[in-house]
Each structure stands twice: as C-alpha cells, then as structure tokens.
C-alpha cells in the first residue's frame, strides 16, 4: 500500500479554485517532487498534505491511515520552510530541542536526538553559537535539523533553497541527496526549480494552474515527456519548439515543411500517423543540447542572433519564424551575429507534439 496517497485533492477559496483534483500516491522512503511555475498550487499541495491548509474535497492518507481532517501534530510530519525561522536568541542546540521541548521530549532523549542530528548535519562545532554567527547555509542546516530531530513518517520541504546564493544551493542539494540517502524517510519537496527537481527526486509530479501534468522520474520526463508544457519544462535550457505543416502522412512517418529547413521539409518517423493529416500543423521538439553545429546531415538553416559564451561551452540563440533556438555548443565556436548556421540533430531526439500540444 502507498505510505503517502492523494485522493482527487481539491482546494478552493470561495469561487476561486487552486487545486482541482490531484491523485498521487508515494511509496515509504520515496523523495518526490512537487515542481511548476509560480501559483500552479504546489506548496497549497504542501500544506494541505502538512495540514496548515483545509482540503476542500478529496482525502488524503498516510501510513494507511486517513488523516483528511487530523490535526497537524498528529500527522507526525515535519517541514522545512523557505524561511529559515530560527529563534534568534537561542543557541543551535536550542533552536534544534526547542520543538522537543514543547512535546515534554525527556532532557537525555533531547540531547542523544539533536547531537545524532548534528553529526548528520555536520553541525557538532555549531551548537553554541546563535543564528546570527551562521551562513546561510549553516541556517539552512539547522532549520533541517530542527525537523530531523522530531523523527517524522514524512518530511516536507516548502523551497527551502530559494534564498541561497547558486553556490549554497548546489552544495545543499547534495547535503539534501545525502540526508535521504542516509535516513531513508519519505520526502516531498517543492521547487519552481527543474534542476533541483532533476537532481533530487526518485520521482517528479508536474503541476500547472492545479492540475497534475505528467507525473514519471526525471529520466521519464526528460525522455518521453506528455505536451509542450512538460517538454518546455524539464531541461535547461528549455526545448525548442518548432511550428511545421504536415504535408504527407506515409505509413510510420510524416512529412512536414517550414522555410528553416534544410530543402524545405523533413521527414519524421513517428508511430502515431492516426492522429494528424495533411494540412495540420504539428510542433517540432529539439532539445538543444542534442542540436549540432555544422552537422554533416543539416536539418535546420538558421541565422544566428546572440551567441553566450558560459566558459566551457556556448549557448547560440537564432529564430525559426519567429520561435527562438537555442543550440548548446561544447567549447567556443568561431560564429557571429548574422552568420548562417546550419545545425543537424539524430532523428530519435526528434519530438512531435499535435497543435494543442500533445505528444505525437
């Protein structure tokens, strides 16, 4: 049975609906991903599984049992919150017993929790120094230890990174990694953020203007994701997207026309002929780290716009018809604004969406 399972979740504030029926079921010790822009409802989906907001319909189980209508503390669950919310007065052994305390926690059984959480952490050379001695980092830590000292079924992580610097957040990604790998306890976590999502998860639930998108492991959505939203998503930078017409329909392929490429047209094989006829438009996907620059087979005759030198690579940008490509170059190729680039790709790193979207 699954450890942690929603059950067509709905949320509503008066007339206005945030999540409008999300299922979902995790395994015990799974680390999942809650990801999406900004107010697609992955932290109300948070907070309702922490008990901070009502649900409206549905239910929602843990361990098997019903816990719709429990009260937070009996759900045995702890959370990490995009603040760090430490008292500033207190200590770091402090601020990671203070919970304890406040549960009458026995004063042996408080020290024995938050030392084991402190070697975890790597906080032992810590304890004694007040918040305003840490790093943010080291903050961050012990709002972490703070929940692993309450020894909860499931922890909830609300963007805990977001007010990281990009160094700290890569390096807490890892202590995170760790953290699960270490402790084995289930995990949800919430990010707008698709390379925490693809770093840190066993599975990923993508959600947009609450609704869930596809829901598989960062391998599944990278490879075979559902629409143009999940396609856009997952990957940085973002898939390209390609308008062409649909001109012939053959048996296990089609032919389809935009002016950038090469001799006007391009053949794709694809099992899902049924679904599109001549005349439909269809949307092209290229990931642009799979484009190659000066490409013996050119599929695409482009011009380039702005090239982004990162160091060990380069990001070119040109337009097809007005949709921006990106192309991801290892090294620093010798190319200018105005230059034509003729840029090829492997046909199995061809994907084909319909015209609302879907994947062919």
């Known amino acids: ?37 900004s107010g697609c409802g992955k932290s109300t989906l948070l907070r309702m599984i922490a008990g901070l907001e009502d649900v409206t319909e549905g239910h929602l189980y843990i361990d098997g049992k019903d816990v719709t209508y429990e009260e937070p503390a009996k759900r045995e669950l702890s959370m990490v919150f995009q603040s760090y919310a430490l008292y500033p007065h207190m200590s770091v052994f402090e601020n990671m017993a203070f919970g304890l305390r406040m549960a009458k926690v026995p004063e042996a059984e408080i020290k024995t929790r938050v030392t084991e959480a402190a070697r975890i952490l790597h906080l032992e050379p810590l304890l004694d120094r007040k918040p305003r001695a840490l790093s943010g980092g080291q903050r961050q830590r012990v709002a972490i230890g703070r929940s692993i000292v309450r020894h909860p079924k499931i922890f909830l992580f609300d963007e805990p990174l977001s007010n990281l ?3 700290l957040r890569t390096q807490m990604r890892v202590e995170i990694a760790k953290l699960h790998r270490d402790l084995g306890t289930t995990m949800v976590y919430v990010t707008h953020d698709q390379v925490e999502a693809m770093t840190l998860a066993d599975r990923i639930v993508v959600l947009r203007a ?13 490879d075979r994701p559902a629409n143009t939203f999940v396609a856009g998503f997952i990957g940085s930078p973002k898939m390209n997207f390609i308008k062409a ?8 392929s089609l032919t389809l026309a935009n002016p950038s490429f090469v001799g006007g047209t391009l053949s794709v094989e694809t099992v899902s002929t049924g679904r599109v006829k ?4 269809v949307i092209v996907g290229l990931r642009p780290e799979h484009l190659e620059l000066n490409a013996a087979q050119p599929l695409l005759s482009l011009t380039l716009d702005f090239a982004e030198n990162l160091g060990g690579a380069t990001q070119l940008y040109s337009r097809s018809e007005g949709d921006i490509v990106a192309i991801v170059v290892h090294g620093r190729p010798d190319v200018k604004p105005g230059d034509t680039l003729r840029v090829g ?12 979207g879907l994947a062919l």
């Open 1 to 37: 049975m699954s450890f942690l399972q929603l059950d067509t979740i709905k949320k509503t504030y008066g007339d206005v609906s945030v999540i409008k029926g999300v299922s979902f079921a995790a395994a015990k010790g799974e680390f999942v991903v809650f990801v999406g822009p």
């Open 165 to 167: 610097d990009a160094e």
């Open 210 to 222: 609450g609704l869930v998108e596809q829901i598989g492991t960062p391998t599944e959505l990278y």
């Open 245 to 252: 017409s649909v001109t012939g329909v053959g048996s296990g």
């Open 278 to 281: 001549a005349g439909d438009t």
């Open 345 to 356: 790709i492997e046909g199995r790193h061809i994907y084909l969406f319909d015209a609302n």
